[in-house]
């Protein structure tokens, strides 16, 4: 089992920048699939980055250039760099981890292991 804890989220302009991290209290390396999701209110959670075990990754088409997920072993953390920032980028964030079988095949409804979420807010 693994608990997570997200930072870093805030608000900022269009355009701007921010960096989630997602600090893991278990080592996850080599172990886990993990992703950041999104979430506004009154819609299903969105998938919008993944990486697996080999550190690939994947995006969703709505993020896909504008944010980068990356991992680093020795902290046990999973970042979220968000560049470029849209008003449609507003959301509460959230990390996930699971030892799934196929990282890029899983989705949100896949993951067992979630963090409390942190806010991200771009105003226009």
């Known amino acids: 089992q693994v608990q997570l804890v997200e930072s870093g989220g805030g608000s900022v302009q269009a355009g701007g920048s921010l960096r989630l991290s997602c600090a893991a209290s278990a080592h996850t390396s080599g172990r886990y699939c993990m992703g950041w999701f999104r979430q506004v209110p009154g819609k299903e959670r969105e998938d919008i980055a993944g990486i697996d075990r080999g550190d690939k990754s994947t995006y969703a088409d709505s993020v896909k250039g504008r944010f980068t997920i990356s991992k680093d072993h020795g902290k046990n953390t999973l970042y979220l760099q968000m560049n470029s920032l849209k008003p449609e980028d507003t959301a509460m964030y959230y990390c996930?981890?699971?030892?799934?079988?196929?990282?890029?095949?899983?989705?949100?409804?896949?993951?067992?292991?979630w963090g409390q979420g942190t806010q991200v807010t771009v105003s226009s």
């Open positions: 996930a981890a699971d030892t799934l079988p196929f990282c890029f095949a899983s989705t949100s409804r896949d993951y067992q292991f």
